[in-house]
């Protein structure tokens, strides 16, 4: 499922619970059945109840999950503690070369990896006054590649997080400011959306990989958007692509 696709699906639920489904059945078809969604530095005012906060939502194995929320192993999982400190997508066996983990820290990870979360990878997830999320994503399989899909997966997060908060805080569509963007700033988005890198997009646009660049930021301004993904995500929901 593309960017349109997913962005046409969400569109249609007001459910959280029905969105995350969405979420979990796209990324089982990319082989990571395994998904979570956090609010890690305040406490979102829509989630599913049976998940403590700092989760929003959840799909791991039943044990797994009663064991992690059981010990409050959120206090010491490396995943939650450090996403804050980074920017882009990452994956679980990175973290010990990133960061001198803590005894407590790898044990989670080993304990999630024995309970069927294998090569797991996180998506930050950043938004307005300071707020980070993440969704985080692993394989029940021990062949998964995370790294070949991670593009993919980035992807999947921000449109989910992005359709999330449409539900969590409905826009007001009588005081919503109309988004205007320049013929430019569409086409370059178009392109994001395709998976096009700022020097493909200016070998095909025949403009410089900086004009691309500055395109791309003008319209994430103009979106309210902190990544060209969510730019996308965005200009998709309010019909300009």
């Not at 791991?60 to 959120?74: A, E, V």
């Not at 805080?169 to 392109?191: A, M």
């Amino acid at each position: 499922m593309d960017l349109f696709s997913f962005t046409e699906c969400a569109n249609q639920t007001h459910s959280l619970r029905a969105l995350f489904e969405l979420l979990v059945s796209c990324a089982t078809k990319e082989g990571f059945s395994e998904v979570a969604y956090g609010a890690l530095n305040f406490v979102e005012p829509l989630r599913l109840m049976e998940y403590p906060p700092p989760t929003v939502a959840v799909k791991w194995p039943p044990d797994w999950c009663d064991r992690y929320f059981k010990r409050k192993y959120h206090t010491i999982d490396p995943v939650v503690r450090r996403t804050p400190m980074l920017s882009r997508p990452f994956l679980w066996d990175q973290l010990a070369g990133l960061y001198k983990l803590q005894p407590d820290e790898r044990r989670v990870l080993d304990e999630a990896r024995e309970a069927g979360l294998k090569h797991g990878m996180s998506v930050p997830l950043f938004g307005p006054l300071g707020r980070v999320s993440v969704v985080s994503f692993a394989s029940a399989s021990d062949g998964a590649d995370p790294q070949n899909r991670m593009g993919h997966l980035n992807a999947l997060a921000w449109q989910f997080h992005t359709a999330y908060g449409d539900i969590a805080r409905p826009r007001d569509n009588g005081c919503e400011t109309k988004v205007e963007l320049s013929q430019r700033e569409i086409s370059c988005l178009w392109w994001v959306a395709k998976g096009k890198s700022s020097w493909e997009m200016g070998k095909i646009l025949d403009i410089s990989e900086n004009t691309v660049n500055f395109h791309i930021k003008n319209a994430m301004r103009k979106l309210g958007a902190t990544s060209r993904i969510q730019a996308v995500i965005i200009a998709i929901r309010l019909n300009l692509l």
